[in-house]
Each structure stands twice: as C-alpha cells, then as structure tokens.
C-alpha cells in the first residue's frame, strides 16, 4: 500500500513519516515540493495522496485522477484549499487530519494580548534603542468585551482560556454549547459587532461567511476595536480592513492568515517581489501583527498530523471506517 506525501519538509515531518509509516505497513513516495501538474507523476501507483494547504485545483484532481489516485488527505483541520466538487466528479475523497485544538486557542490568546499592549510597536522600538513610553500605552483584558465567533473546538478551548482573564466574552455559533455559556454569553452577530473591543474568528470559511469582515460590518463596530484571526484569511475583506486601519476604525489587529496567500507562505521568497500587495500594506503597520499561517504549528501538531493522515489513507486503502473521511 503507496502514498504519495507532497509538502514534506525534511526538518520536522521527514523522519516521522518514515517511522510511522513502517509501523502502518505504508509505502511512501516522499516529495518536498507541493504537488502540480509537473510532479503529479510521482503519485502514480498510489491510491492515496497526502497533502497540506497547496491549491489543489481542478486540473490538479483530474491528474490525481488520470494518475490512479482515489483518495486526498491533507495534514490540516480545513479543507477549501481542495476543490471538493471537482473531486466528488472525479470521484475521488477527500479527509482531512484534525489537531488538538490548544495550539491555535494559545497563539489567539498571544495575538490579543500583543494587539492590546501594542507588542508591535513595543518590539520596533526596543530593536532600535528607544526606550520611550509615548503612545504606548495599552489596555488590560479584564476590562474589555471579547466576541469569539465560531465555538468548535478550537473557539470553545479560546472562550475557556479567556475566561481566566476576568473579561467580559460574548460568542456567536450557529450551533451552540452548553460548555461555552458557563462563560460566555450566546448573541447575535450584531451584538457583538456592536460591543465588543475584541473580535476573534474561529469559523471556517464558506460562501456564507466569505468577507465576513468588510465595509459594513466594520461600520457596526466599535471605533477602536481590535481585530485577530487565525482561521481563514478570507473572512475578512483585505481592501476594507486596509481602509479601516488607515483612518482609525480598527484600533489593532493580530493575523495568522490572510487573503490570497496560496503560494506564498511556507516558502523563501526574501528575494521575490511578493505578488500581494495587501500583506505589504499590513505588515506595514505598526499596530497590526502579521505571521504566515503558523498557529497551528507545534511539536504535537505535527505528530497528530503525520500519524492520521496516515491511518486516515490505511483505512481508505483497507475499506475500514474512515473518521477522518468529508467526502
């Protein structure tokens, strides 16, 4: 039983997959590259491909598909970076690897509070010897309303680490958990645009959900409210954002992801003229913390990840029952 593993980085996912698989019974077709339409040759004789979050396109599944490919799994929690129609015309499945949900809970906790106390600017300073206070001034969390948005497992573990805090926590889900009102209190959306000074998105992305984040709903906020996201970047209109934190509307902000970024992150491109000019202007200002879609990104993650990914393909391969299996 061959699977073709695409992304392998040699540091820390390289030798995992060489054990685990001997301890599945997996052959493997190890690739460093993510996979396209000049390398999707190395899957041949593979029933299974496993993946991170490259693009994989139509054109890419159809050649999955010509190549004998039967099943996708990709070493994340969300799956948009697949084509999910193109594959189900394909026939071919697709499973994902769900991690523990603590990794991201932390580094959203880390974000808002580096948003509030004006890291960014603190960090910038420090590298260049000024020592000043002016215009550093920060805010407490106990103070402030935060609205998480989206309660899974990772939002419900964010609410439950805030609750320490002693901060007032609003959530919104289409779903609710008994877990999440024993510190949270369920309202609408426009509740919590309306007060919150934090907002936080938990939710995967959808086209219901697509620029959640935009003109209007920044209009509903509060003038100064601090922006984190460490779901999917296109949850939030980039043009809009850009313009509510040149003229003051959003008061800080704390991405993990943002729009466009297939292709960029993950790579060296310190030499390349980067082709997202909205990441420029980000990053550019000193009241927003940028990192490249690396939340998730600990020693247990990558043990989860490596190991179902790997079982998830041995039960397809097997015709066993497949929890990781979403079409």
């Not at 392998?8 to 077709?29: H, M, P, W």
């Not at 000193?286 to 190991?307: G, I």
Request: charged share 25%; hydrophobic share 40%.
């Amino acid at each position: 039983m061959q699977v073709t593993v695409f992304n392998c980085r040699s540091f820390d996912e390289k030798d995992l997959f060489i054990e685990y698989a001997a301890k599945l019974g997996l052959e493997l077709v190890l690739c460093p590259d993510a996979p396209d339409l000049n390398n999707v040759s190395l899957c041949k004789g593979s029933r299974c491909v496993d993946v991170i979050t490259s693009k994989i396109d139509a054109d890419l599944i159809r050649a999955f598909r010509d190549n004998g490919v039967e099943y996708i799994t990709t070493r994340t929690i969300g799956y948009d970076h697949i084509d999910l129609e193109a594959a189900r015309a394909c026939g071919i499945k697709v499973g994902n690897a769900p991690y523990g949900p603590h990794g991201v809970a932390d580094y959203t906790v880390m974000l808002i509070l580096m948003s509030i106390r004006r890291m960014g600017a603190i960090l910038g300073r420090t590298a260049l010897q000024d020592y000043t206070l002016a215009g550093l001034n920060g805010r407490e969390l106990r103070d402030l309303t935060v609205g998480v948005i989206g309660t899974g497992r990772i939002g419900a573990t964010v609410v439950r680490s805030l609750s320490g805090f002693g901060c007032r926590i609003l959530a919104y889900d289409l779903y609710e958990k008994e877990e999440v009102k024993q510190y949270a209190d369920y309202v609408s959306l426009a509740q919590i645009w309306k007060e919150a000074d934090v907002i936080t998105l938990h939710t995967p992305l959808t086209e219901a959900n697509h620029h959640l984040i935009c003109a209007d709903t920044i209009a509903q906020m509060k003038d100064g409210v601090v922006i984190v996201n460490t779901a999917r970047g296109a949850l939030i209109d980039s043009d809009a954002f850009i313009e509510a934190i040149e003229n003051g509307k959003i008061g800080a902000a704390g991405l993990d992801v943002v729009e466009n970024e297939f292709g960029l992150y993950y790579y060296d491109h310190k030499s390349d003229i980067l082709k997202n000019r909205e990441l420029a202007l980000l990053r550019s200002f000193p009241n927003v913390t940028v990192s490249h879609h690396m939340a998730f990104y600990t020693k247990n993650y990558v043990e989860t990840v490596v190991m179902d990914s790997l079982k998830s393909c041995k039960c397809f391969m097997e015709g066993q029952e497949n929890p990781w299996e979403v079409i």
